[in-house]
Structures are given as structure tokens and as C-alpha cells.
Nanobody, 116 residues
Framework: QVRLVESGGGLAQPGGSLRLSCAAS????????MTWARQVPGKGPEWLSG????????VYAESVKGRFTISRDNARATVYLQMNSLKLEDTADYYC?????????WGRGTQVTVSS
């Protein structure tokens, strides 16, 4: 079955960087677009970024544009989110997502805390 496992979260200082990874299995990863989203407890999810199956195009939410970079390695079936210039408001749980056979799949998330 489809499995998405996020990692790389942790504690960072404002202005710092983190790199999140999402390892995928159970489907033909290289044929599917991937996205990253985040959620603050008690609030709705916020879509952050998406990347096409071959990595040829990416899109970003205004809140992270210029600071976050999405990429993927189809040979490793992994999608990444490089987060730079972190802000306090980037504190959230981060999730990767894909749509396979018309169903949305999410990982369990990785927690990012930005604090001084």
C-alpha cells in the first residue's frame, strides 16, 4: 500500500534551516506529483508546495516562496523540502502528500519548531 514517511523535523532558530524528507513506497513514485503541507494544532492545513512527477515544475504558497525549495529524487522515491530563513510562524507539523488512484495519501508528519 501507499506509504509516506516524513523525517528531518526538529528545533531550529529563526533564520535557520531544516531539510525535510519524505520517503515513499507502494506506488510508482516517479509517475506522481507530490506536495508538502503543514498544520498547526487547532488550525486547518496549509498547502505549501508541489512538484510534478518529473520535477520539471514546482509551485509555492506565497508564505514560503523564496524561502522553501521542493525537490525530488525519483531514484530514491523521496521528495524533499529545504526550508531556509525559518520564521517563528513556520512552527507546525509538516506532511507530504500524493494522490494515487484518486485517493489522497498523507504521511504521519514531522514536527518543526522554530524558536529562539
Amino acid at each position: 500500500q501507499v506509504r509516506l514517511v516524513e523525517s528531518g523535523g526538529g528545533l531550529a532558530q529563526p533564520g535557520g534551516s531544516l531539510r525535510l524528507s519524505c520517503a515513499a513506497s507502494g506506488f510508482s513514485f516517479s509517475n506522481y506529483a507530490m506536495t508538502w503541507a503543514r498544520q498547526v494544532p487547532g488550525k486547518g492545513p496549509e498547502w505549501l508546495s508541489g512538484i510534478l512527477s518529473d520535477g520539471s515544475d514546482t509551485v509555492y504558497a506565497e508564505s514560503v516562496k523564496g524561502r522553501f525549495t521542493i525537490s525530488r529524487d525519483n531514484a530514491r522515491a523521496t521528495v524533499y523540502l529545504q526550508m531556509n530563513s525559518l520564521k517563528l510562524e513556520d512552527t507546525a507539523d509538516y506532511y507530504c502528500q500524493t494522490t494515487w488512484r484518486s485517493l489522497n495519501y498523507w504521511g504521519r508528519g514531522t514536527q518543526v519548531t522554530v524558536s529562539s
